[in-house]
């Protein structure tokens, strides 16, 4: 990795990437950090009780299908690391102290020395990039030549797979008018049907009109979790 810099912003370029292109630029920088394995987890924002999570790796399909069937994602401690520090974490006996079963696991399956670092971006979408090998443990000296780069990689596998799942996601997301924005937005500060009609000078069915139209668009149950949705969708700007 010569020109580093430009290989990996090579990752971020071609309009009509799919994620699984991204995820092969992404394992043959990996390769050239000196990892075998590379993987990627991206939570969405929404839905807020169960926000989706898109995984993408190149491990092999036993390891894959033993994560799943074990629920590890659900205690993975460096995913949940993940979740609430942005700082790099190094895997570590201690690491998962907390979840020794699935270290166990992973060892079996040739995952034995991994770093792994998270990334949020302004709209709430977050994701964590994981390099791993199964033999020769991270060193001070090798972390200090090439941390940085893995860095990199990190933001740039952010910025080229939130970018393809934000315009998945955004054609599933419904159109709202101009007036239904307006009329979730001061739902969403508490105002009621009434204060609204007399904030907009319309009348009550027209508001009410509107909010139906919302609630009917972005399928929630009422006004008030449509409000929620639309400005968790950034709807609401």
């Excluded at 190149?58 to 690391?81: C, E, F, K, M």
């Excluded at 998945?168 to 105002?191: F, H, M, N, S, Y």
Aim: glycine share 6%; proline share 3%; net charge neutral.
């Amino acid at each position: 990795m010569e020109n580093w810099q430009e290989d990996l912003f090579s990752i971020t370029t071609g309009d009509t990437q799919s994620e699984q292109e991204v995820l092969r630029k992404m394992e043959i920088a990996a390769q050239a950090l000196g990892f075998t394995h590379c993987a990627y987890g991206m939570w969405l924002p929404t839905p807020i009780s169960n926000p989706k999570i898109v995984i993408l790796n190149n491990y092999d399909a036993a390891w894959q299908a033993r994560y799943a069937s074990a629920g590890y994602l659900q205690i993975d401690p460096t995913v949940l690391h993940g979740r609430r520090s942005q700082t790099p974490q190094i895997w570590t006996d201690q690491t998962f102290a907390v979840a020794p079963r699935l270290w166990d696991d992973a060892r079996a399956s040739g995952l034995r020395v991994g770093w792994a670092q998270s990334t949020l971006n302004a709209i709430g979408v977050g994701g964590m990039l994981t390099l791993s090998r199964p033999a020769e443990a991270l060193s001070t000296a090798e972390l200090a030549t090439k941390e940085v780069k893995m860095r990199w990689l990190v933001n740039v596998a952010h910025l080229s797979l939130s970018r393809i799942f934000t315009a998945q996601r955004a054609a599933q997301i419904p159109k709202l008018t101009a007036r239904e924005v307006e009329v979730l937005k001061w739902t969403a500060d508490g105002k009621t049907s009434g204060e609204i009609s007399d904030l907009l000078t319309v009348s009550d069915a027209t508001v009410n009109f509107h909010v139906k139209n919302a609630v009917t668009k972005l399928q929630t149950a009422n006004k008030t979790a449509a409000a929620v949705r639309a400005a968790m969708l950034g709807l609401l700007g």
